[in-house]
C-alpha cells in the first residue's frame, strides 16, 4: 500500500492476477539433419526461407537430400526451420573428430629485398626486468646465446673502524644526495634514542630511514654499521654523503665520495630498448636490435632462408618484452606466402572458387581488393584491404566478419614478416582455385546422424538439444533403422515427449516391402505414439540436371514435404494443429509431381499398408497428390492419430510454459485455485478453437487440481499435482454410405 491511513481517502492497490494468460508454443519449428554441400557441422542453424538456405549451406549436392527437404518445406507452408549438418566422426562423442578439412589457397608477396629473419614484441618500453633476468637469442638454429641483464644498486657503508656505540649528540645533522638528487638532511635529536651519546647501528638506521624519501636504509646483519642503499637498481643509482655534525670522526664517519650502482642497465625497474639494444649487441654475433614504436625488435644481419632467429623459452624476460618463442626465417627476396583463403566451413564446395587480388580503389599501394570467384564468376568483392592488423581495414576483420564478411571464404595473414604492410600485400594476381577440401563421406554411417552428446560437445541428432522450441524432426535421406529407432527415442525420451518424428520411407519399397521394413527390419510398429511414417518416396522437379542428370524429375524423400503440410495447416487457423494433416483439402503435397512406386495408387496395396499404421501418400482422379492416412506408429496409447498427438504436445507443452510463474511460490489453496482457474481458461480457448471432441467443456476437457491430489504429504515433498483430461476429437477415416432401393412410393401404395 503505497498511502499511510490518516486522512479520508481512497487507496487504490493492485492484486496478482487470479488466471494467468497461456500463451501457446510453436509448433511446426522443424529441425532437418543430413548431408549439405556446406555449411556449419554439428550446429543447429535457424533458416527462415531457401535463400537463407542456400546463403549458409549452399546448393543441391548429390550427397544428400536435405535441400530438397527443405524446398518441399517451404513450398508447402513452412516458415522455420533448423538445419544440422553431419559428417562421419572417427569418434561420434568428440566433434573435433570429423573427417572434413577446409579447402585452402596460399597467395604470394610480390619480390622484395632479402631480408633476415626478425621478431619483433608487443609490450611497449620500458621494462620492468629482475637482476639476473636473460634473454637467449639463437641465430641460424646454431646454438644459443645468453644476454643477462645485471644490477645493482649504489649503497654506502660507515667507515668508522670503532664498533658502535656512535658518540651522537642532540640534533646532529648528515646531509646526502640518492641518485644525484637534491641534498636531504638528516637530524637526529636525543628522543630518537635510548642514549644519543652511545646510539647503535639500528637506532641510527632507523632515523635514516624515517628522513630519507627515494633511499632506504639499514643496519647491517653484524649491528656494527650503517648503511644507505638507493632503491634503484643499476648504474643509474648513486649514494653521497656530503657532510654534517654527524659525519665526523668517532661518530659515523661517512666517506663523502659518491658511490655509484653497477650493472649493465641503468635502472633494472625500467629498462630501455637502448639499454637491451646494447646488452644483446654485444652478447650475440649477427644481429641488430631496433626500437619499432617502444618495441624490441630483433634482426639477423645475414639474408635468407637460413638467417633464422629466435629467442627461446628458456629466457626469463620473453613474456616481458611480448617475444614469441617461434624460429623467425629470412628471405632470398623471392615471393613468399603471406595471405591465405580458406573454405569458410569444411568441404569440397570451395574447389570451384578462387581469389583475384587487384590494385586497391583507394589508389594506395599498401592496400589491395580481394574478390572471390565462383566457376569463374565474382560473386563477392572486398575493397581497401590491409595487412596491418592495427588498422580496421585488415584483410582478416573485414574478410571473417560474421555479419558482412566472406560467406564462402576466411582470410588468414600468413605474417610474411617482409617489414612493412605494403610488401607484405599479395601481388594482384588470380590465384589457383582452392584444393584439399573434404566433406568427410567415407565411412558415414549410421551413428554419424543418432550422434551423441559427450563433455566436448554434441553431435548427429543431439545438436538439436539447444533448439527448446523444436516440435517436428525430420533426416531426410537417412531412412534406416538404428536412424529410425534414434528419432523416436530422441523426441519421446530425450526431448521429453515435446517434439514429433517423420520418418522417411527407405528407398525403392513396394507396399509389402515397406510393411517388412517397418514391421520387422526397424521393428517400430507400435512401438511410439510421437512419431509417423509415410509411404512412398515422390517425385519433385529436377532442381540441378548438372549435378542429378538430364531426367525432368528426381526422386526425394517426402518427409521435408509432410512438415510443410503440417505447418501450413497449423497455421491456416487458430486451432489449426488440432486439425489432421491428410485428405483432400489439408494433406496436399505441393511440388510432389508423382509417387516412387505406382503401387500406392492401387486401394488394395494400400488396404494392405494403412492397417500397419504406415500413411500413404497417393491421388485419386481430379484431386492433386494429398497424404492419405494420419496415423501415429502406436493405436493403443491416448492420442493415436497426428493430429491428436500434436495438439496434446501443443496443450502439454504451452501449459507446462504457462504455469512457470506457479514454481517456488506457497502451495497453498489459493495458488492451486490459481493454476487450475489458468489451465481451464486456456483449454476453453483451445475448445473454442476445435480442439475436443465436443463444444461443451463438462464433456470436453476437465482440470483437477484439488485437496484430493495434494494432501499434506504431497505438499511436504514440495510438490503440486494437478490432472487434466482432454477429449480429442477423432479422425474420420473412413466414410461409410449405405445404399439401397427407395421403395417409399410402392410401400405408400400397398398401404393404401
Known amino acids: 500500500m503505497s498511502s499511510q491511513l490518516l486522512a479520508s481517502k481512497i487507496i487504490i ?34 533458416v527462415n526461407s531457401v535463400d537463407e538456405y542456400d546463403a549458409i549451406f549452399g546448393g543441391y549436392t548429390a550427397d544428400g537430400d536435405v535441400r530438397q527437404a527443405v ?34 589457397v596460399s597467395l604470394l608477396t610480390g619480390a622484395v629485398a632479402a631480408f633476415g629473419g626478425s621478431v619483433t614484441g608487443t609490450n611497449i618500453a620500458p621494462f620492468n626486468f ?88 639499514s643496519a647491517t646483519s653484524g649491528g656494527t654499521k650503517v648503511t644507505i642503499t638507493s632503491d634503484k637498481r643499476g648504474t643509474g643509482s648513486s649514494v653521497e654523503v656530503t657532510g654534517g655534525t654527524a659525519n ?53 644481419n645475414t639474408t635468407g632462408a637460413g638467417a633464422t632467429v629466435q629467442v627461446t623459452a628458456a629466457s626469463t624476460v620473453d613474456v616481458i618484452l611480448g617475444i614469441d618463442n617461434a624460429i623467425h626465417i629470412g628471405s632470398t627476396g623471392a615471393s613468399i606466402a603471406t595471405l591465405r583463403l580458406d573454405g569458410k566451413t569444411p568441404g569440397t564446395y570451395a574447389h570451384v572458387l578462387k581469389g583475384k587480388i587487384l590494385a586497391a580503389t583507394s589508389g594506395n599501394a599498401a592496400e589491395f581488393n580481394l574478390q572471390v570467384l565462383k566457376n569463374g564468376l565474382i560473386v563477392e568483392t572486398f575493397t581497401n584491404l590491409s595487412m596491418d592488423d592495427s588498422l580496421t581495414n585488415y584483410v582478416e576483420t573485414v574478410v571473417n566478419n560474421a555479419t558482412t564478411g ?60 539447444l533448439i527448446q522450441d523444436l516440435s ?6 537417412r531412412a534406416t533403422s538404428a536412424v529410425h529407432n534414434a528419432m523416436i527415442t530422441y523426441c519421446e525420451v530425450t526431448r521429453d515427449m515435446s517434439v514429433f518424428a517423420i520418418l522417411d520411407p527407405p528407398a525403392a519399397q513396394s507396399a509389402t516391402g515397406i510393411i517388412t521394413y517397418f514391421e520387422s527390419t526397424a521393428a517400430v510398429l507400435g512401438l511410439s505414439e510421437f512419431a509417423a511414417a509415410y509411404w512412398p518416396r515422390i517425385k519433385v522437379l529436377n532442381p540441378a540436371k548438372s549435378i542429378f542428370g538430364n ?92 493430429a491428436e498427438r500434436r495438439g496434446a504436445i501443443f496443450i502439454e507443452q504451452s501449459v507446462k510454459t504457462g504455469l512457470q510463474f506457479a514454481r517456488h511460490k506457497k502451495n497453498t489453496e489459493e495458488l492451486r485455485a490459481t493454476v487450475s482457474r489458468t489451465v481451464e481458461a486456456f483449454l476453453l ?45 477423432k479422425p474420420a477415416e473412413y466414410i461409410v454410405t449405405r445404399f439401397s432401393q427407395d421403395t417409399r412410393a410402392l410401400e405408400e401404395e400397398l398401404a393404401a
Open 13 to 46: 492497490v493492485e492484486e496478482e492476477p487470479r488466471v494467468r494468460t497461456i500463451a501457446g508454443v510453436q509448433t511446426a519449428i522443424t529441425g532437418f539433419l543430413g548431408i549439405t554441400q556446406r555449411g556449419p557441422l554439428g550446429v543447429a542453424t535457424v
Open 71 to 104: 524446398d518441399g518445406f517451404f513450398q508447402n507452408g513452412g516458415s522455420t526451420a533448423y538445419i544440422v549438418r553431419t559428417a562421419h566422426y572417427t569418434d561420434v562423442t568428440d566433434p573435433t573428430t570429423t573427417t572434413t578439412a577446409k579447402a585452402t
Open 130 to 217: 629482475e637482476p639476473g633476468d636473460t634473454l637467449i637469442v639463437d641465430t641460424d638454429a646454431i646454438a644459443p646465446t645468453t644476454t643477462t641483464f645485471l644490477a645493482t644498486a649504489a649503497a654506502r657503508e660507515t667507515t668508522n673502524s670503532e664498533a658502535t656505540p656512535f658518540a651522537l649528540a642532540d640534533l646532529d645533522v648528515l646531509t646526502v644526495k640518492i641518485d644525484g638528487g637534491a641534498v636531504q638532511s638528516i637530524t637526529f635529536p636525543t628522543a630518537a634514542f635510548v642514549a644519543i651519546a652511545t646510539a647503535t647501528a639500528e637506532e641510527v638506521a632507523a632515523v635514516i630511514n624515517a628522513a630519507l624519501s627515494g633511499a632506504s636504509a
Open 248 to 300: 665526523a670522526a668517532g661518530k659515523l664517519n661517512f666517506s663523502i665520495a659518491v658511490i655509484s650502482g653497477t650493472g649493465n642497465v641503468a635502472n633494472i625497474d625500467a629498462v630501455t630498448v637502448a639499454e637491451i639494444k646494447t646488452a644483446v649487441e654485444l652478447a650475440v654475433a649477427g644481429v641488430t636490435v631496433s626500437n619499432v614504436g617502444g618495441a624490441v625488435k630483433i634482426l639477423r
Open 406 to 465: 566472406s560467406n564462402l571464404v576466411t582470410a588468414v595473414d600468413l605474417d610474411a614478416g617482409t617489414g612493412a604492410a605494403s610488401t607484405d600485400r599479395p601481388v594482384n594476381v588470380t590465384s589457383a582455385f582452392l584444393a584439399g577440401g573434404n566433406d568427410g563421406l567415407t565411412s558415414l554411417g549410421d551413428a554419424d546422424f543418432t550422434g551423441a552428446s559427450g563433455t566436448l560437445g554434441k553431435t548427429g541428432i543431439r545438436a538439436f538439444d
Open 472 to 477: 517436428l524432426l525430420a533426416l531426410p535421406g
Open 551 to 642: 531426367e525432368d524429375q528426381i526422386v526425394a524423400p517426402p518427409s521435408g514435404h509432410i512438415a510443410g503440410v503440417y505447418a501450413r495447416t497449423d497455421g491456416k487457423k487458430p486451432g489449426g494443429i488440432f486439425e489432421f494433416p491428410a485428405g483432400v483439402d489439408n494433406g496436399v503435397l505441393f511440388g510432389c509431381l508423382g509417387f516412387e512406386t505406382d503401387e500406392v495408387l492401387e486401394e488394395e496395396k494400400r488396404d494392405l499398408v494403412y492397417p500397419k499404421r504406415i500413411n500413404p501418400l497417393t491421388t485419386i482422379p481430379g484431386s492433386p497428390r494429398y497424404i492419405d492416412g494420419s496415423r501415429t506408429l502406436k493405436g493403443g496409447g491416448n492420442f493415436p492419430s497426428v
Open 685 to 729: 480457448v483451445q475448445m473454442k478453437n476445435g480442439a475436443f471432441r465436443t463444444n461443451d467443456p463438462a464433456t470436453a476437457f476437465f482440470v483437477d487440481f484439488g485437496e484430493g491430489l495434494n494432501p499434506a504429504s504431497v505438499q511436504f515433498a514440495g510438490k503440486l499435482v494437478g490432472r487434466i483430461g482432454i477429449a480429442t476429437a
